[in-house]
């Protein structure tokens, strides 16, 4: 039973069109995030949810917005896609300021 | 701004000798750290995280060492063995439940 899933795993779409990606814990967390890791490998933060409001929202296009219809779920909306935003997003939860977990990464490719 | 670094993007280790990953941090605010296993197409898991209140955590093969003065901390695998190759992130949180990761180590064990 997974405990942070995020679907789809791969995702390849043209430019212009718009996409999300869903993500689920069933750890019982509080809060959730997104991480974008780029052709750099490096993993920033995109967004952060604690009890359904956004606490954290780094510089990024308002063309990708967080939608969280409960506690358990983070999704990521994003608009009129570029080829930049091809990366690898990260779904992860936590509860307190310990670790958090990941799902497996979606690969976003925009053609 | 890059606020934690890892200088080091390879290293590459004989099994059973010992690797040791550094990770440089430039926030003072920061008071707690971990370091992140990655492997291909997975999420990041969680390996092992210390306190600004302790100099070194210890679990098992793998050490944490924290140097608050010189604003760094390393990870230190002993004996290094061919499954710990994978990238380990370093990554540090302040105040709230932001974490700020690290470009990552790729680290290969050889046989």
């Known amino acids: 039973d997974t405990a942070v899933s995020q679907t789809p795993k791969y995702l390849v779409t043209q430019m212009g069109n718009d996409k999300s990606i869903k993500c689920e814990q069933n750890?019982?967390?509080?809060?959730m995030y997104w991480y974008k890791q780029d052709s750099k490998k490096f993993l920033k933060i995109m967004f952060s949810?604690?009890?359904?409001?956004?606490?954290i929202n780094e510089t990024v296009p308002n063309r990708f917005s967080p939608k969280s219809p409960d506690k358990a779920h983070l999704n990521l909306h994003i608009n009129s896609l570029e080829l930049g935003d091809s990366a690898v997003y990260f779904c992860?939860?936590?509860?307190?300021?310990?670790?958090?977990?990941f799902g497996q990464g979606t690969r976003l490719t925009v053609v | 701004d890059q606020q934690v670094k890892q200088n080091s993007p390879s290293l590459s280790v004989q099994e059973g000798r010992i690797s040791i990953l550094n990770c440089d941090y430039t926030?003072?605010?920061?008071?707690?750290f971990l370091w992140y296993k990655k492997y291909p197409a997975e999420g990041p898991t969680f390996l092992i995280s210390?306190?600004?209140?302790?100099d070194k955590n210890e679990d098992g093969r793998f050490t944490v060492f924290l140097n608050k003065s010189a604003k760094h901390l390393s990870l230190h695998i002993v004996p290094s063995q061919p499954g710990d190759s994978a990238v380990y992130f370093c990554?540090?949180?302040?105040?709230?439940?932001?974490?700020?990761f690290g470009t990552g180590t790729s680290l290969t064990v050889i046989p």
């Open positions: 750890l019982g967390h509080d809060t």
């Open positions: 990554a540090a949180s302040a105040w709230g439940n932001q974490f700020y």
């Open positions: 926030n003072s605010m920061f008071d707690y």
């Open positions: 949810y604690n009890n359904k409001e956004l606490i």
């Open positions: 992860a939860s936590s509860q307190t300021r310990v670790e958090a977990f």
């Open positions: 210390i306190s600004s209140i302790k």
